[in-house]
């Protein structure tokens, strides 16, 4: 599905990823943790293709393909979505409106037949329902006044009806509270199957009790330092950073 | 500067689609403007002596007047005289029908999208038809008639409604009022005439459809409605014209007259020729537009959709004289490539208890600079007068200007007045989300652009806004695929 290879990413003439090593198979899912900074989402915004970040070397395969040559919209239309940290509001926009363009858009490069108003509200209300979201939101403008768990309920949403092969979520279960963390959870191990994979940024082990994933990477300094299995997250939960950043400082001066 | 920010700008360099050329047979005057053109015009329209001797006044003011100055747009000075003051398709004495209308005419409005056959008109929407200096055909009056409304061409009004026109002719906007309505009230050929009788509501919108075709000709058109008490009205103009090198001059005066409890809704589709990429040609588009809340009550709205033209210089006003009466404008104004706009609104506070609203929406792209000019006046005797203002500016692309020229006039202390002002670029964030969503720029610059404009867009007639929103995104799409 996705291979990395010595990816560097720079933002702004500064390295921010200095050399990420990852191979994502398909139906895995990858859980990625580490300290404020380290360049999680750098990550997630550069296999986007957000524009500002710009890989200086190495390369990235996704199906096959050079990832890093697609336009943004290739990427979204090749099935790659990111569950947005900070969603942004686009006002004037209604919330249905954007969903029914941006599933159209999609089905359409995809080749798939566009979904007429009355399938499209019978999709939209079907996934609404897994998650969680209140209806009235999808007459109001995009993320605009959402609280923090509504947008990121919205995310959900949007990844449901989008179908991506690819999910990215940056920390989607930052600022939710247990139940909608346990919505998020659910949708995801809904959309959990052997032909789409998660790359999963967190900060917290109690998402992967609910999503459990096959891997757990540690990213410090723009480098994977230490990658195990979801019995990772729980030592991180109980010792914190420090002795992975000592061993990867160690390491570093050697 | 960012790529994403370079395809913007190549996105905003539009193709217009409205640029072709009609061969219709004209019946045209030399160029040029003295006394005895303005009689010629009169003459050709077989107008009365009191109008031929009211735009004799017009004219003899207007020599005496220069230019204004003080917008903020740039233009070379304009030669008055090698402009043609009157340009008309040939036909036949008087149209019975359709089918006495030149076919190359029709298909010229087909074309437009705008069929001037009954059967195949949207309904509900009543259209007179402008090319050039003269109305070619009014669709749906028999129909209007039943109710006592008039909806005719300015020119037939004069002939079969004298009383009205005299009574209402500059009655908002003299003909001294500034330079263009000046020269306006000397020369103006056709037009549009409304009016609706006491208690009557108009079943359909009435709509007119402007048409520059000839060269070298100037267009001048007069709309004037009138609102009897308790009536109400909607009213749709929408105008282009072929692409030439050449500037036209579009000199249009429009009053809108409002008695006791009426309502006048006017909404403008404004896509004149805008020139080409470089800023050659393109019309300018120097128009008054004022309407008078004369009755108690009263309402006037005004809603403009301006992506055309190379230069607009026009401030559709409203006079609050009617205590309780209402004030309303709602504007777009798109500037790109080289185009220059200088838009905004008057509203003048003079009855009790009136209130306004201004919502005001910018989009500046490629090199183009797009000011909003609004005066808000409250006079003395306006007790508890109220004005609502919303300026918004967005910049797409580091090359364009935006300004922002807000006057406040008040001489009551009972008054209250809000102003607020913002300006933006499109967001690189906003793209992104919903580029990663799989829309593709292009169409994620139009939702956000739409997005900005969904308030004005809210006041226009379901057809106008689908049609305004297309238009929107032909003014701000590009050669990039
Ligand atoms: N657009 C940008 N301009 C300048 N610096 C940036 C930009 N984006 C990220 N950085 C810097 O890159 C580094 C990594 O940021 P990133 O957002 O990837 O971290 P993160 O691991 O997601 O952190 P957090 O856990 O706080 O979300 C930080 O030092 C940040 O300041
Ligand atoms: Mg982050």
């Known amino acids: ?254 | 500067m960012s790529e994403s920010m370079q395809t913007l700008e190549e996105h905003t360099r539009s193709d217009y689609k409205y640029g072709f050329t009609s061969n219709i047979e004209s019946d045209v005057i030399p160029k040029g403007l003295s006394e005895d053109v303005v009689r010629l015009i009169s003459q050709k329209k077989n107008e009365p002596e009191w109008l031929t001797e009211w735009r004799l006044a017009a004219y003899r003011h207007w020599l005496g007047m220069t230019e204004p100055k003080w917008p903020n747009v740039h233009y070379p000075p304009i030669d008055y005289q090698d402009i043609i003051y009157y340009a008309a398709p040939k036909k036949k004495e008087q149209l019975k029908s359709l089918d006495e209308v030149d076919p190359e005419l029709l298909e010229t409005f087909n074309k437009l999208g705008i069929p001037l056959d009954e059967q195949k008109l949207l309904a509900g929407v009543a259209v007179d038809a402008v090319l050039d200096s003269v109305s070619v055909k009014t669709t749906y009056k028999e129909k209007l008639s039943e109710l006592g409304i008039i909806f005719s061409s300015f020119s037939e009004a004069v002939r079969e409604h004298p009383e009205l026109i005299r009574k209402y002719l500059g009655s908002v906007v003299p003909p001294t009022d500034n330079y263009f309505a000046a020269l306006n009230s000397a020369v103006f050929s056709d037009g549009s005439f409304v009016y609706i009788p006491k208690g009557v509501r108009c079943p359909m919108e009435l709509s007119t459809y402007f048409r520059i075709n000839e060269r070298n000709t100037g267009q001048f058109e007069r709309t004037l409605i009138v609102a009897e008490e308790g009536s109400y009205v909607s009213y749709l103009e929408g105008c282009t014209a072929p692409m030439r090198d050449e500037n036209q001059l579009h000199a249009a005066v429009v009053e809108l007259y409002a008695l006791d409890e009426a309502t006048i809704k006017y909404s403008t589709v404004q896509n004149w020729y805008p020139g080409d990429k470089e800023g050659k040609g393109g019309i300018y588009n120097f128009v008054t537009k004022r309407g008078l809340c004369a009755g108690r009550n009263s309402k006037i709205t005004w809603t403009q959709v301006e992506t055309g033209s190379a230069i607009t210089w026009k401030y559709p006003s409203c006079v609050l004289r009617g205590d309780n009466s209402v004030g309303e404008f709602y504007s777009v104004a798109v500037t790109n490539n080289y185009q220059q706009a200088d838009t905004g609104t008057k509203m003048v506070h003079l009855g009790k208890n009136t209130r306004s609203t201004i919502i005001s929406k910018g989009i500046s792209a490629g090199f183009s600079n797009n000011s909003y000019r609004g005066l808000v006046k409250v006079g003395k005797k306006a007790e508890n007068a109220h004005n609502f203002s919303q300026c918004d500016s967005l910049l797409m692309g580091d090359k364009c200007g935006a300004h922002t020229f807000p006057y406040l006039e008040v001489e009551n202390k009972t008054a209250r007045v809000e102003h607020e002002a913002t300006t933006s670029k499109i967001g690189e964030d906003q793209l992104f989300y919903l580029m990663q969503r799989g829309l593709s720029e292009e169409d994620a610059v139009n939702m956000i652009v739409n997005g900005y404009c969904k308030e004005v867009f809210n006041e226009l007639p379901m057809e106008f806004a689908v049609e305004a929103q297309k238009l929107l995104a032909i003014s701000l799409e590009g050669s990039v695929g």
């Open chain 1, 1 to 254: 599905m996705l291979i990395i290879k010595d990816l560097k990413v720079s933002v702004e003439e500064k390295e921010i990823l200095q050399g990420i090593n990852l191979e994502v198979k398909p139906g895995e899912v990858h859980a990625i943790m580490g300290p404020n900074g380290s360049g999680k989402s750098t990550l997630a915004n550069v296999l986007a293709g957000r524009e500002e970040y710009v890989a200086t070397s190495g390369s990235v395969l996704y199906q096959g393909e050079n990832l890093l040559e697609k336009e943004v919209d290739e990427r979204a239309q090749a099935g790659i979505f990111l569950a947005f940290q900070y969603p942004v509001e686009i006002p004037g926009v209604s919330t249905a409106n954007f969903l029914k363009s941006t599933v159209n858009a999609v089905r359409k490069a995809q080749g798939k037949e566009e979904l007429n108003a009355v399938q499209m509200l019978r999709l939209m209300r079907d996934k609404i329902k897994m998650v969680g979201m209140d209806e009235k939101l999808l007459q109001r403008s995009l993320n605009e006044g959402f609280s923090g768990g509504e947008k990121k309920r919205s995310e959900m949403l949007q990844m449901a009806l989008l179908e991506p092969r690819l999910a990215i979520l940056d920390e989607t279960d930052s600022g939710l509270d247990i139940d909608a963390l346990r919505i998020v959870a659910d949708a995801v191990n809904q959309l959990r199957s052997a032909d789409r994979s998660f790359i999963i940024v967190t900060h917290y082990q109690r998402l992967l009790n609910y999503i459990v994933p096959d891997y757990v990477h540690v990213l410090y300094k723009g480098r994977i330092v230490k990658s195990g299995d979801k019995s990772l997250a729980m030592q991180l939960e109980e010792q914190g950073y420090d002795w992975i950043k000592e061993e990867a400082d160690s390491v570093a001066s050697l």
